[in-house]
């Protein structure tokens, strides 16, 4: 019995060969076209249990994304998040916790400025027929 990821990645291979996926891996192929290696940012700098990193890395693969490009993502994401947190540790220690739960509202809004920012450089990428990355 195979799992619905691992269906999931065989439809999208399927739609590289040539067959007709089923619409749910046609939409999620349109989704990893439209935003690319972004898509697998995105959960490996989070932290968060939501972001399923191992589909958008399933999906990478499956749509032969370029294994270079591949690594330099999610090393920037990597060193983005791990250092961060080494930084939080290495300079607040045991209060790192307090500090966070202080300043959650600069921190989201922080957050969401940038995600403001990846949205429209998405949107102006998509106008001029770039990639995102």
């Known amino acids: 019995m195979l799992t619905p990821f691992v269906r999931e ?43 399923p990193l191992k589909v958008f890395v399933a999906s990478a693969g499956a749509l032969r994304t370029r294994f270079s490009k591949f690594l330099l993502v999610v090393l920037a994401a990597r060193m983005l ?12 220690g045991e209060g790192a916790e307090a500090y966070l739960r202080r300043n959650a509202w600069p921190l989201l809004g922080v957050t969401v400025a940038v995600t ?13 027929g770039e990639s995102v990355l």
């Open 116 to 128: 403001t920012g990846l949205y429209i450089a998405i949107r102006v990428s998509e106008r001029r």
């Open 81 to 92: 998040r791990y250092f961060g947190e080494t930084y939080l540790g290495l300079h607040l």
């Open 9 to 51: 990645v065989r439809g999208l291979q399927r739609s590289i060969k040539g067959a007709r996926p089923s619409a749910r891996a046609q939409k999620f192929h349109r989704w990893f076209e439209r935003y690319g290696l972004l898509t697998v940012f995105v959960p490996c700098v989070t932290p968060v249990i939501p972001f």
